[in-house]
């Protein structure tokens, strides 16, 4: 079932890497590319799996989705595996985290399960499955090393993730992050500064923050101010276009922050600050330690100091016990937030959080009805508010992916300064992913702006020159660790 005993090693072998969840995940895949390009292996021209010799799946346990994506994946490549001798599998991030010993007894064929503290064993435990002609299974209780002290295989060679802590504090009763990813630990300043400075000597422009409670960073280290003097230094890095961060936690929101944001001129007038539900009563019972008019009176604030700033949330619909007076309120929320967008959840229970025993959970159906109402208003407050950019000039940062009709109609596609996706149209102009174009915006739908009327200015990428690669490696720098590497 596992890769036969004396297989070649990880030498010209092939890989792919599939990433489900948030961009911590990303950010870790682009760490794993990294481990496993260091230890010989070649990035497979086809990411689905099925001609590389080594498949990793990177789990996210947020959502009861992420389980049946997983093993459905899994049961598809299980055919394939048995006709390849010599190919393996590997299972990681938050949803091994949790199962462990489960994945393999649902999918026998995997060759290595390992958790979200230690994706540093993972070119270990795959030469010694190979090795040993049998599964590896390593899931470590507390963090090895910070993923940013690993090597990286970026997936853009002009924006890249920056992690400044892991783990939450936070023991909100439908998450099962904390229990997986652990307690916050935060990175000092002085090694977050030193990565970026390397990211932008590599040609980086455009870097975001990331935690999961970024604004609660500095709490390991006892400066509760630390998250906005962090973006205030950002703001002195020469070279560095744009910094964006995700996501903060209404409860440690504070005034500080929202200088720096209006104060450092590179940080992108854009905040992603999840609300989840608008009603007093179910944030009590979600455990959020905010109430609605706490919550609208920072992006008041925000929106004070930065009127033009693009506010985005998550929201979750149908959590238990939620009625339908709590759900009018999270559509007043929503109608008072005016959100450029938000994105939008149906509650799923997940074991080993409290939601999940709660009483009164609601149908299906009610929530279905719920979520499509939910959907209906903010499309059409995303359609509003993009349609009063009509006739504005947006600076757009090109990036390598084109929409569906680009190409047909000679436009790129990139992301405005406020996070909203912008298709430009180029005429003859030579434009590549990084540059940086302006242009006036002539026609807005709910999802993304489109300017037709031509490139006003054009900022080629810097890096650009002498780039071999699409994609930039980032050698392993000596930031801070937390223990010893895996042997």
């Not at 792919?16 to 230890?39: F, K, P």
């Not at 996210?60 to 989705?65: D, G, H, L, Q």
């Not at 049998?134 to 910070?146: G, M, P, R, S």
Request: neutral net charge.
């Amino acid at each position: 079932m596992n890769a036969a005993p004396g297989t070649d090693s990880s030498a010209s072998r092939t890989y792919a890497i599939r990433t489900y969840g948030c961009q911590m995940n990303v950010h870790d895949s682009e760490r794993l590319s990294g481990l496993l390009e260091q230890a010989g292996y070649r990035r497979s021209a086809d990411q689905s799996g099925r001609e590389a010799d080594l498949v990793v799946f990177n789990t996210c346990a947020v959502r009861e989705n992420a389980d049946n994506r997983l093993y459905g994946n899994l049961s598809q490549l299980a055919p394939v595996k048995t006709a390849r001798p010599g190919m393996q599998i590997a299972v990681g991030g938050c949803l091994a985290q949790k199962d462990q010993s489960a994945v393999l007894q649902k999918a026998p064929w995997v060759d290595v399960v390992f958790g979200t503290h230690n994706l540093a064993s993972l070119p270990v435990l795959l030469e010694r499955a190979r090795h040993n002609g049998q599964a590896q299974v390593e899931i470590l209780d507390a963090l090895a090393n910070f993923p940013s002290d690993l090597p990286s295989r970026r997936d853009s060679a002009f924006s890249a993730w920056v992690s400044i802590s892991v783990g939450c504090d936070n023991s909100c009763t439908f998450c099962i992050v904390p229990s997986l990813r652990g307690k916050e630990t935060d990175r000092r300043p002085g090694d977050v500064l030193a990565e970026i400075e390397a990211l932008v000597a590599d040609g980086v422009t455009e870097i975001t923050l990331l935690g999961q409670n970024v604004n609660s960073y500095g709490r390991s280290f006892g400066d509760a101010l630390a998250f906005g003097k962090l973006l205030r230094a950002c703001g002195r890095i020469e070279g560095l276009d744009r910094v964006r961060f995700t996501s903060p936690h209404p409860r440690d929101f504070t005034d500080d922050v929202i200088a720096a944001m209006a104060e450092t001129p590179n940080v992108c007038p854009q905040l992603h600050m999840p609300m989840q539900s608008g009603s007093d009563a179910v944030l009590r019972s979600m455990r959020r330690s905010y109430r609605q008019a706490r919550y609208l009176d920072i992006i008041d604030r925000v929106r004070a100091a930065m009127p033009h700033a693009a506010i985005t949330t998550d929201i979750i619909v149908g959590f238990p016990g939620e009625t339908e007076a709590d759900f009018d309120q999270t559509l007043e929320a929503v109608r008072r937030a005016r959100f450029a967008s938000a994105f939008t959840f149906q509650y799923s229970p997940r074991p080993g959080t409290p939601a999940a025993t709660m009483a009164d959970q609601v149908p299906k159906a009610v929530v279905q009805q719920r979520y499509d109402r939910l959907i209906e208003l903010q499309e059409e407050i995303s359609w509003q508010q993009n349609k009063q950019l009509i006739g504005a000039e947006v600076d757009v940062l090109v990036s390598a992916a084109q929409g569906k009709k680009d190409a047909a109609n000679l436009r790129i596609s990139g992301r405005a300064r406020d996070g909203r996706l912008v298709h430009v149209a180029t005429g003859d102009l030579p434009v590549a992913a990084g540059d940086v174009v302006s242009a006036r915006v002539t026609y807005a739908a709910p999802h993304h702006l489109v300017a037709d009327g031509g490139i006003s200015a054009h900022r080629p990428w810097r890096g650009a020159s002498g780039q071999t690669t699409p994609a930039a490696k980032q050698a392993p720098r000596p930031l801070l660790s937390i223990g010893r590497r895996p042997a």
